[in-house]
């Protein structure tokens, strides 16, 4: 995926949950994270891609950038082991998909589906990222 999107992103999402991602380390991300999901189900994310000047809401660009972003957040969520509320999950199995990259890239369709995967089987515990950095690990980068 190209652009910074998914680091401007995760930026975002350490603001609205109120913790610093440089200074701020695990169990006080997790907690600040999982009180912040209420804020991400009600638009949260709307209100970042709003502010960006993403277009209208129903417009391509809009839905890949919301796409976009609640996968970055799946992948924050899960490397940090939070609980995820099911509403939370309901939208994130519902505008992950809609990554308009994937449905013209086989690769990044089959980074789609293990995102995808690993969301439906998680248990809260953290996900381990091996050598890679998170977002090449997700978005190829």
């Known amino acids: 995926m190209g652009g910074d999107t998914p680091l401007d992103l995760k930026s975002e999402f350490f603001d609205v949950a109120g913790v610093d991602q440089f200074n701020d380390r695990n169990t006080k991300v997790k907690k600040a994270f999982e009180e912040s999901q209420d804020k991400f189900i009600k638009g949260g994310i709307d209100k970042i891609l709003n502010?960006?000047?993403?277009?209208?809401?129903?417009?391509?660009?809009?839905?890949?950038?919301?796409?976009i972003a609640f996968q970055v957040l799946a992948v924050q969520m899960m490397t940090f082991g939070?609980?995820?509320?099911?509403?939370?999950?309901t939208l994130m199995f519902e505008w992950i998909p809609k990554d308009e990259w994937a449905e013209e890239d086989n690769e990044r369709k089959r980074k789609i589906d293990d995102l995808i995967e690993t969301l439906m089987a998680y248990n809260n515990k953290?996900?381990?990222?091996?050598?890679?950095?998170?977002?090449?690990k997700m978005f190829g980068e």
Not at 51 to 67: E, F, I, L, M, V
């Open 51 to 67: 502010r960006w000047g993403c277009g209208k809401p129903d417009s391509a660009y809009y839905n890949d950038k919301k796409s």
């Open 82 to 89: 939070c609980v995820i509320k099911e509403e939370l999950k």
């Open 126 to 136: 953290p996900v381990d990222v091996e050598s890679e950095g998170l977002f090449e």
